[in-house]
């Protein structure tokens, strides 16, 4: 197969020919019809991720089809139409058997743990227990970003930040994971505030539900900014991009008892942030983290899918070919377009 892969981190990603992929008996083989351009994938190749072995195949969100099953699977079979979340349960530890696949303690991460989908094929394990069935209406371009960036937003919206009705969302970072979160609040009848330093993003947020943009540029105090626009402070505060800075001023920008949930990853000398902990102590507020969603909480986001009132294709930028991914994996917002990019052509 073809697949696009790195010998050492920070260095060159080369497309090449390697050896086809074999089903785990409890895994499958799926065939890539798309998969996503992610920022984790750059943060892979960056060295970020402890749990990468080089050489390496980046790769995370991705649709396909069944194309070889394992001995033991018994829900799937050749020729299905799947997606999955980027992170896979094992099925069986404590945090599987409560319904936490997300941290699963043995959990299977194609593009991390194991290769990933910038190739034409990729194994993964654990099949019974993570692959989700596409629903007909459900193209395999959309489909791809459902798996990281619209899953785990939709966890961090629905389960983390518990989004109701009339509250007031500030989302900061207006890329796959924010412009997410922003359509998925505002589909739950949540006001929602845009917070990023591209207006192109912000029209994009706005034309999908935001109903405040804020250009970072153009407030010396952006906490304070989200304040006056929701009268008081968000309720529920989500950092999209991952940074010290986002993640203080999404913290400032709440009101009292607020929520706040961290979705994008912090790196390099942000990995241990400094965070005014002075106001989660005075506003009693709280933090959670979002990471990835469950194969078997898919139906709900599904069903909104169906229903025409989450649009996932309405956040794609364009789409790519395998090769000029690998050329632009060292720098994530090479992509020309606001929205998610996705490999289409392998």
């Given at each position: ?248 001023s999404a913290i400032a920008s709440l009101r009292k008892r607020g929520r706040h949930v961290q979705v994008g990853l912090l790196a390099g000398r942000d990995r241990h942030p400094r965070l005014p902990m002075e106001l989660v102590i005075a506003r009693e507020l709280e933090i959670a983290g979002s990471h990835g969603m469950q194969a078997h909480a898919y139906p709900r986001m599904l069903q909104l899918i169906e229903d ?39």
């Open positions: 197969m073809r697949a696009a892969l790195y010998e050492t981190f920070q260095g060159p990603v080369r497309v090449e020919t390697v050896a086809d992929p074999s089903p785990s008996p409890g895994g499958v083989v799926l065939g890539l019809r798309a998969t996503g351009v992610c920022r984790s994938d750059w943060h892979g190749w960056m060295g970020h991720d402890a749990d990468i072995r080089l050489p390496h195949v980046p790769g995370h969100e991705m649709a396909g089809v069944v194309e070889a099953v394992g001995a033991d699977v018994r829900r799937w079979r050749v020729g299905q139409r799947v997606t999955l979340p980027f992170v896979c349960g094992c099925g069986a530890c404590d945090q599987c058997r409560g319904g936490n696949h997300q941290v699963c303690d043995r959990q299977f991460q194609p593009g991390f743990t194991h290769w990933g989908s910038y190739a034409e094929y990729v194994a993964i394990d654990y099949a019974d227990v993570n692959l989700v069935a596409l629903p007909d209406g459900l193209d395999f371009v959309a489909a791809a970003s459902l798996g990281c960036r619209f899953a785990t937003s939709f966890r961090a919206v629905v389960s983390q930040g518990r989004v109701v009705p009339g509250m007031w969302v500030a989302v900061f970072g207006c890329g796959g994971v924010g412009l997410s979160a922003v359509m998925i609040a505002a589909a739950l009848e949540a006001r929602v505030v845009a917070v990023d330093i591209d207006a192109r993003r912000l029209a994009l947020a706005s034309s999908i539900g935001a109903a405040v943009a804020i250009e970072v540029g153009e407030h010396s105090d952006v906490a304070g900014a989200v304040r006056d626009a929701t009268g008081g402070g968000a309720h529920v505060s989500i950092d999209a991009l991952g940074s010290e800075s986002t993640a203080a025409g009132r989450l649009r996932p294709e309405k956040l794609l930028g364009e789409t790519t070919t395998l090769a000029l991914a690998a050329e632009r994996l060292h720098d994530p917002d090479g992509f020309a377009t606001a929205g998610i990019t996705v490999i289409d052509r392998f």
